[in-house]
Every structure is written in structure tokens, then in C-alpha cells.
């Protein structure tokens, strides 16, 4: 009974009572303002008056009362008081407090009367301590006149007296009074080292706590360390067996589900305006107060810029959460554009400011998705570039599926580079299903290029011949004026009785796996739809060409006309070509970019690679000019009628 007794009144006070430091050291964030008290105690070089100024709750009064326990101290002035002599008990942090450490709060207490009954009183001595000391807090709710009155005190005090003023709004607060005291400001305190503090009085309550919800705690506390204790008492006190846990305290502190902002994130990422309503539908529906949705909403847009700007952020304790959601955070942030994301984060706000007080919160909720949706409506620099983040991301992706399709041809496996054989033309005697399809990747609309016949005996030569073929010399492929007539390829000879094939020698071209000129014909499909990934424009200047020959890692590739010629050899777009078949066929060769033998050429019989004839200039010599004067022009060519000259 004793120790649920004792729980009970552990409970029974707020954590931030409980928890209140006794020590300089023990201030939680405040480094910068306790170093330099604690230095001033230490060689007895205090002031007699403070002015202690920050936020809410970062323990401006609390280290008012442990200067004050500090000064009085027996064994002080100072840093660490001894906390058994009287003083230090009577100022212990649920001490019942002393007659000669004096706390007003000027929100009640700060008009003249008040300030002249503090100037009468501080006249009379400290009825059993060092030093009588008035801690004002709220400081700025002291009117002028009161200050005025208490000016000259502040001023010249006697020597028993200290004042320490605490104030949020330092501003406030008379030019005059701050200009006569030691000023120090307390600062926000960070979310890491709240949660290290939770987590250490979680620790002293018994009480598991999981560290991501420590971190929702931290930073719902906003940097104060009174409104994170506070949340924490909340939270424990409505906790399970399992302690504080991340699931609890979502739903306690009433935050938004993290999958209702990764739903509403990637529906802004794939401009889904379904999914975007349909995830207000499910706001709505399961009761979130719309400005914590809107407010949590743009926290995730926050972390997202962080994560695109700030390498490492996660691991520098810029961004706060379970390990998946900031996985989760750091997918996204790489897909969306900063233009983009920074124009959402405009909006989202602009629509938390509307939401304070609107009449229809879900039409506000709505009207943001669909500002969200349509960054056109922003005629602005804004606009604009959020438009071009979209522009390039779905270039990009269209350009990444191109490259994927055209890479699957090239991710079969590993194999000699496809020859076409006598026994794939000649007849077989394998069923049908089993006869190779290489040719049949070509399409139609690609004109087989011409061949010699020796070439195609050494690339068409049997699988299993009893001896292998000698390597012939490569023969250089003639550029006709006209595609000669099909070469009809011999007939099969007739296989002999099955025998082990030979190796050939290594300077056959099957073994050395160079790919053939038929090897570039048959993949000219795929090459033409990777020169699309990297180039529209050089992908409309080779879609009608093909490979003409191979020799010495050269590839000739024809196209129809001279013009397209001179382009593909000054635009650089014959270097995508040849990237483009490094891609797809994994052969690097030099594309040398020629006139097909086919092509058509111009009126006048000229070829189309001739010379284009000089521009016709006028000679004054033409022998077919004739000498005649502008009125006889005129009359020839326009039907003008002479008028006489008049005689004046």
C-alpha cells in the first residue's frame, strides 16, 4: 500500500514540478546563460540585477530561484549550493520557500502602488539570509509609470537587496530598467536534447518509452521543456502496459496519420487529383481537426526541402521519426522538384492562415489541393518553375521507360554475337517452332543492305562443317548508284553423318564476338529507340537510314540525301548514334555517316552526292540583254500609257 500510495503522489504533481532543477548544471539547452552564472558565483562577482529574457517554459524562473538559492547559500555565494542548510531547503524546488526570496508577477502586481510598497519594503533588511531578493516575473506587464517609480531602486539598491527580472517580451520593458541590469537570453531548446531529457525521466518513472515517440513528444513541445513535460505527463498517463509508444501517442496528441500525409505527398508527386480529394475525404471522415492536417502537412514539406538540401540530414538530427518514414521522406524528396516543392509549401501555408477562423474548413482543405494541382493559375516566377519541375520529371521518366525498352533486347544471356548460317536459310528438317527468328526482327521498312557473296559464304557458313573455313580477307562493300540485284545465296549442301564439331580458330569472326554487319541490321530497331532516349531530333535524322558495312570498328550508315549528311557530321548527332549502339549492342564503334547507295537524286540527273551547283548570278554581259529605258518597261510590262509634258 505504501509504494501505490507513493506512486500516487509521484503522479499526483506535474512533471515539470517534479522535474524542476535544483543546480546551474542541471538546466536543460541553456549552456550559453548558466555558463557564465555559474563562473560569476564562483568568484563572487554577481550583479545586483538580472534581466533574464526567451520563450516560454525554457527556465527563465527556474534559474531565477537557483541564483537566489545560490546567493543565500551558507557555504555561498555559490554555483552549487550545499541543499542541507536552511536556506537551501526552504528554496529546493518543492521547498515551501523562503521570507527573503520575494516572487511577483507583474501581470497582477505592476502598477505604482505596487512598485511603491516593493521600494518600501526592500529598505528593511533579510530576516535570516544573505540577501533579499525580488523575482519579478512577466516583467513586461509593468506599466511605465511603474517602472519609473522603481527606477531609482534598481538603480542604487541597498546592499541586501538583488532583483532578477524573467520577461518573453523584452522589448517591453523600459530602456531604462535594461540598460542598468545583466541581460541573458534563453533560448529554444532542441528536439534532440528533449529527447534525451524525456527520455531520461521516463527512465526515473519506470516507465518504456519508445524513442520515436519521444521525438513526436520533443517536437510537439516546440522547443519549450515545461510544454514537453507536460505532453509527456499526458501521454503516460494515458499509456498501456507497453509503456509510450508511437501509436498511442499519435493518437493522444491527435497528429495526423503519417499515411495519410506519404498518401497525400505522392498524389501531389503524380499530379492524382482522385487520390488527393479522396485523401480529404479521409481527413474528414476520421475527424482530424483540418489546421493540425494542414499544419502537419506542411512540417513534411518542410523535412522534404531539408532532405533535398541538407546531405545527411536524418543522421544530423534535422529531421526527426521512425527509420521508415524518413526512408519514406528521402524517396520522395528525390522525385519532386524543388521549384515545385518549394511553391506546395507557399500554398499549404497560405492555406493554414486562411483556415484560422473559416466557416468551411473543407472547402479551404479543397480549394489548397486544387492551387496544389494547378500551378498555372500562378502567373508568377513561382508558377513557372513549378511547371518546369514537371516538365523534366516527365521527360525523364518518359525518357528512362524508352531506355528500358530499348535495353531488353540487350539483356539476354551472355552469348556469341548472332550469325545468320546457310542452314537458317536453306530448308530444315526441325519443326518449325525450332528455326531462328533473328531475321524476323527486322521490320520491312529497313532495306537489306547489299552483300557480297563472299561475305555472306564466310558469316552463312554450316554450324557443324568437317573443316573448319579459312578466315577470308575482309572485302571492302562498293557504294553503287543503284541497288544491285539480290544475291541468291547457294543451296545447302547436304550435312554429312554426324561428327564432332571442330574449334574453329580464333580468327574466325564467330569466336571473336564482334558483332556482323547482318548483327546491326537485325538490331537497327533497338538502336534507333535508344538514339530516341538521348536525342528526338537525331532519332528523326537516322530513322530512315541503315547500315551499310563494317571494317577496321568502322560502321558506314546510309541515309537518303546529302543534307542529312553534312547535318549528322556537324551536330554531333552521329556521337549519339554510335552511344546509342554502345548501349543496345555493346559494341563501341565509329559511326561514319554516308550517302546510301539507294538514295534518290535531284532534277537534272546530277547524283545526289554531287557538288550543289553554284546560285545563278546576273552578268552584265548576258547576250539576251536588252537595252530599253524604265518608260518602255513600264509600257511593256504594265500597260502604262505616256503622258506628254505640259508647257507652262
Not at 486562411?354 to 489541393?369: D, I, N, V, Y
Not at 537497327?524 to 537525331?538: D, F, G, H
Not at 537516322?542 to 547535318?567: D, E, H, K, M, R
Amino acid at each position: 500500500m505504501s509504494d501505490g500510495g507513493n506512486r500516487v503522489a509521484l503522479v499526483s504533481m506535474a512533471l515539470y514540478r517534479t522535474y524542476r532543477p535544483a543546480k546551474l548544471a542541471e538546466v536543460v539547452g541553456q549552456e550559453h546563460v548558466t555558463g557564465p552564472l555559474h563562473r560569476a558565483l564562483e568568484h563572487d562577482r554577481t550583479h545586483h540585477a538580472y534581466l533574464f529574457a526567451g520563450p516560454r517554459g525554457c527556465g527563465k524562473t527556474s534559474t531565477a530561484r537557483i541564483m537566489a538559492r545560490s546567493l543565500n547559500c551558507e557555504q555561498g555565494p555559490t554555483p552549487d549550493p550545499c541543499g542541507v542548510c536552511q536556506s537551501c531547503i526552504d528554496l529546493a524546488p518543492n521547498g515551501p520557500g523562503s521570507i527573503d526570496v520575494i516572487e511577483l508577477d507583474a501581470a497582477s502586481h505592476g502598477g505604482v502602488e505596487d512598485t511603491r510598497d516593493l521600494r518600501e519594503r526592500a529598505m528593511f533588511a533579510p530576516a535570516s539570509s544573505r540577501y533579499k531578493v525580488y523575482i519579478i516575473d512577466e516583467a513586461h506587464m509593468v506599466t511605465s509609470a511603474g517602472f519609473n517609480a522603481l527606477l531609482k531602486l534598481v538603480e542604487e539598491p541597498p546592499p541586501h537587496v538583488r532583483f532578477i527580472f524573467a520577461t518573453t517580451e523584452v522589448d517591453k520593458v523600459l530602456p531604462t530598467i535594461r540598460s542598468r541590469t545583466h541581460n541573458y537570453t534563453f533560448r529554444l531548446v532542441s528536439a534532440r536534447q528533449l529527447q534525451i531529457h524525456l527520455a531520461g525521466i521516463c527512465e526515473q518513472e519506470g516507465v518504456p518509452a519508445d524513442p520515436n515517440a519521444l521525438a513526436l513528444i520533443a517536437r510537439a513541445g516546440a522547443g519549450s521543456v515545461r510544454d514537453s513535460l507536460s505532453i509527456l505527463g499526458q501521454v503516460i498517463a494515458g499509456a498501456g502496459d507497453d509503456g509510450v509508444t508511437y501509436a498511442d501517442t499519435v493518437m493522444q496528441l491527435g497528429m495526423t496519420d503519417m499515411t495519410l500525409l506519404d498518401e497525400t505527398v505522392d498524389a501531389l508527386i503524380a499530379r492524382d487529383g482522385a487520390a488527393l480529394f479522396g485523401t480529404i475525404e479521409k481527413v474528414m471522415d476520421a475527424g482530424h481537426e483540418p489546421r493540425r492536417f494542414v499544419s502537419d502537412l506542411l512540417e513534411r514539406l518542410r523535412d522534404l526541402i531539408v532532405l533535398q538540401h541538407v546531405p545527411g540530414a536524418a543522421a544530423s538530427a534535422l529531421i526527426d521519426g521512425p527509420d521508415e518514414q524518413v526512408a519514406r521522406e528521402l524517396e520522395q524528396s528525390t522525385i519532386i522538384g524543388a521549384a515545385e516543392l518549394s511553391r506546395a509549401a507557399d500554398v499549404v501555408s497560405e492555406a493554414l492562415s486562411e483556415l484560422k477562423g473559416a466557416t468551411a474548413p473543407r472547402l479551404q482543405l479543397e480549394l489548397m489541393c486544387a492551387r496544389l494541382l494547378l500551378p498555372a493559375i500562378d502567373a508568377d516566377e513561382r508558377g513557372l518553375r513549378a511547371r518546369l519541375d514537371q516538365l523534366e520529371r516527365r521527360m525523364s521518366t518518359v525518357a528512362a521507360d524508352a531506355a528500358i525498352t530499348a535495353a531488353a533486347p540487350a539483356a539476354a544471356p551472355a552469348a556469341p554475337a548472332p550469325v545468320r548460317r546457310l542452314s537458317d536459310i536453306a530448308p530444315s528438317s526441325a519443326p518449325a517452332a525450332e528455326q531462328p527468328k533473328a531475321a524476323a526482327v527486322a521490320p520491312a521498312a529497313v532495306p537489306e543492305p547489299p552483300v557480297v557473296e563472299t561475305e555472306l559464304v564466310e558469316q552463312q557458313a554450316p554450324a557443324a562443317a568437317p573443316e573448319p573455313l579459312a578466315a577470308p580477307e575482309p572485302v571492302d562493300v562498293p557504294e553503287p548508284a543503284a541497288p544491285p540485284a539480290a544475291v541468291t545465296p547457294p543451296a545447302a549442301p547436304t550435312p554429312p553423318p554426324a561428327a564432332p564439331a571442330p574449334t574453329p580458330p580464333p580468327s574466325t569472326p564467330a569466336s571473336s564476338g564482334d558483332p556482323s554487319l547482318s548483327d546491326f541490321t537485325t538490331m537497327w530497331p533497338a538502336v534507333m529507340e535508344a538514339t530516341k532516349a538521348y536525342s528526338r531530333v537525331a532519332w528523326m535524322l537516322f530513322n530512315s537510314s541503315a547500315p551499310l558495312s563494317i571494317a577496321g570498328g568502322t560502321l558506314a550508315v546510309g541515309v537518303p540525301n546529302s543534307g542529312q549528311v553534312n547535318n549528322a557530321r556537324t551536330s554531333g548527332h552521329d556521337e549519339r548514334l554510335r552511344q546509342a549502339i554502345l548501349d543496345v549492342m555493346h559494341a563501341d564503334v565509329r559511326v561514319d555517316v554516308v550517302l546510301a547507295p539507294d538514295a534518290v537524286a535531284p532534277k537534272g540527273g546530277a547524283p545526289a552526292s554531287a557538288t550543289p551547283a553554284e546560285p545563278d548570278a546576273p552578268s552584265l554581259d548576258d547576250e539576251d540583254l536588252t537595252e530599253e529605258t524604265g518608260v518602255e518597261l513600264a509600257i511593256r510590262e504594265l500597260g502604262a500609257t505616256q503622258i506628254g509634258e505640259i508647257e507652262h
